[in-house]
């Protein structure tokens, strides 16, 4: 396990969200692998195999539309636990009479018996205990010269939200999340050559504090160590949803919030050649290296 981790991430909490099962994955996850995907256009290299890291959260959609872009690789998928890994085999299979059934075009969901050539990891960074683990678990996977696409959110995700728990005095909503310079140096140091890193900021508008929360709760938990440490009244829940509603309500008449999306890429290199940082000759091979 690395030694940097996010400090405001409670592991304990980030373990138990990684067992919670899903039903289906969030729309702005799917929003966000369309996006991803779309940048797949300025990759020139075209993966034969490829491994979707946990679609079930990810979004299935999106990996659809990796398999569109490429009908002849074969994908293969990883689950973190059995229900999503069961999820995703529902939602992924082709019927039996679908022409993708006999093609690359099925998944598997057994691990790859070689290194693949693309690892799409779609919005899980963020909410992983020890991110340099994960990318390092990316990174073995590859094949040289193979790469990794991924997204997750970034540090300007939910201020709004922030904002309003500050001057309330509670504790913070959410857990740091990092920023894309940091994200590039992460995968530098975990032997991935040419990051290239993006954002892009993320507007959505809600009805109703209530329709805002609820989404929220799709898309993750507060994992921050400074959390509250309780069940919240009911008391308490309703003048929270009355402070959202004063603070963030647009002329409008909705609830604006921001979300902060990473994105990045970053290709498996050859291995270097190590070279001594010294080399040590004896005198008597130097002496007779003169005498020649």
């Keep these: 396990m690395s030694e940097h981790k996010p400090p405001t991430i409670d592991p304990v909490a980030a373990a138990r969200w990684a067992q919670s099962p899903v039903e289906t994955a ?29 679609p079930s959260r990810g979004g299935c959609e999106g990996h659809l539309r990796v398999q569109k872009r490429y009908p002849s690789a074969q994908s293969y998928v990883y689950e973190s636990t059995s229900a999503r890994q069961a999820h995703s085999r529902k939602v992924l299979t082709p019927a039996w009479w679908s022409p993708g059934r006999w093609t690359g075009a099925t998944p598997r969901f057994e691990d790859a018996p070689a290194p693949v050539q693309m690892v799409w990891a779609n919005m899980a960074l963020h909410m992983a205990a020890d991110p340099e ?55 530098v140091h975990g032997g991935f050559a040419e990051p290239v890193m993006d954002m892009e900021r993320i507007t959505l508008s809600y009805s109703s504090a209530k329709s805002l929360l609820d989404e929220l709760r799709g898309l993750g938990r507060n994992l921050h160590l400074s959390r509250f440490g309780g069940v919240r009244s009911k008391a308490w829940y309703s003048e929270m949803q009355d402070r959202l509603t004063r603070e963030l309500t647009a002329p409008d008449g909705r609830l604006s919030i921001t979300f902060e999306v990473v994105y990045g890429h970053a290709f498996k ?13 004896s005198l008597g091979d130097m002496r007779a290296a003169l005498k020649n």
């Design 26 to 54: 969030p729309w702005l996850h799917e929003e966000v692998a369309r996006r991803m995907e779309d940048r797949l256009q300025w990759i020139v290299q075209k993966p034969q195999t490829w491994l979707d890291w946990e």
């Design 133 to 187: 683990a994960m990318i390092g678990t990316w990174h073995k996977g590859l094949a040289v010269d193979g790469f990794v696409m991924f997204s997750c959110f970034g540090p300007d995700t939910l201020r709004e939200l922030r904002r309003v728990f500050e001057a309330a005095g509670w504790p913070p909503p959410n857990h740091q999340f990092t920023d894309m310079h940091d994200w590039g140096d992460m995968l």
């Design 269 to 281: 290199p050859k291995p270097r050649l190590k070279v001594a940082p010294e080399t040590r000759v």
